[in-house]
């Protein structure tokens, strides 16, 4: 059974950068099937798609937050993180890391708990 | 972007009862080559992450009860919950992933009477 969690601060203050990583197991985080992405909820609001990394490093962005966004992995560590620069309390929210089947069309299948991360100064 | 409007915002039902949750894209999601809807619904519960229940519009994913099905095509979706259960008291949204960036409607959010 595959299993992401995420980690990492739980407050950043505002114009600083919020860093997150996502540890996978029970899987291959190195394997060309899947897209590993990365997406946030704003306190009891819907769902955004922030985007995704590719095991390759081939990234893909949410245009409405590609100018703050760096996504990287590491296939040795089985981890995949996200880098958001220049936070405002607008990005107060619950961070959630998932796997995207991508061309198996089974859209996300699997996701981490979550993580809420706080800006504030 | 494409828009994913949900409907109702809320729904409040008896137990047994048959849940009917309705989406709407701002444009198709048929994928022409493969004739597939990239469509997929989720359930999530209070403190939990969303839970995958439908791809391609009406494919259950693997663990799902069979009271939850998917239906429809192009723009026009439903999910339906055909015997209300207690644990399905939850928000539900649809998302396309026919196109980036990926959306996902609003959510509708589901009671029990």
């Known amino acids: 059974q595959v299993q992401l969690q995420e980690s990492g601060p739980g407050l950043v203050k505002p114009s600083q950068t919020l860093s997150l990583t996502c540890t996978v197991s029970g899987g291959s985080i190195s394997s060309g099937h899947y897209y590993w992405t990365w997406i946030r909820q704003h306190p009891g609001k819907g769902l955004e798609w922030i985007g995704y990394?590719?095991?390759?490093?081939?990234?893909y962005y949410n245009p409405s937050l590609e100018s703050r966004v760096t996504m990287s992995i590491d296939a040795s560590t089985k981890q995949f993180s996200l880098k958001l620069r220049s936070v405002t309390a607008a990005d107060t929210a619950v961070y959630y890391c998932?796997?995207?089947?991508?061309?198996?069309?089974?859209?996300?299948?699997?996701w981490g708990q979550g993580t809420l991360v706080i800006v504030s100064s | 972007d494409i828009v994913m409007t949900q409907s109702p915002d809320s729904l409040a039902l008896s137990l047994g009862e048959r849940a009917t949750i309705n989406c709407k894209s701002s444009?198709?999601?048929?994928?022409?080559?493969?004739?597939?809807?990239?469509l997929a619904w989720y359930q999530q519960k209070p403190g939990q992450p969303p839970k995958l229940l439908i791809y391609?519009?009406?494919s259950r994913e693997s663990g799902v009860p069979d009271r939850f099905s998917g239906s429809g095509s192009g723009t026009d979706f439903t999910l339906t919950i055909s015997s209300l259960q207690a644990e399905d008291v939850a928000v539900y949204y649809c998302?396309?992933?026919?196109?980036?960036?990926?959306?996902f409607g609003q959510g509708t959010k589901l009671e029990i009477k």
């Open positions: 998302q396309q992933y026919y196109s980036n960036p990926f959306t």
């Open positions: 391609w519009a009406s």
């Open positions: 998932a796997r995207d089947t991508g061309p198996a069309g089974k859209a996300f299948d699997f």
């Open positions: 990394i590719y095991y390759g490093g081939s990234t």
């Open positions: 444009q198709s999601v048929l994928f022409s080559s493969n004739y597939k809807n990239y």
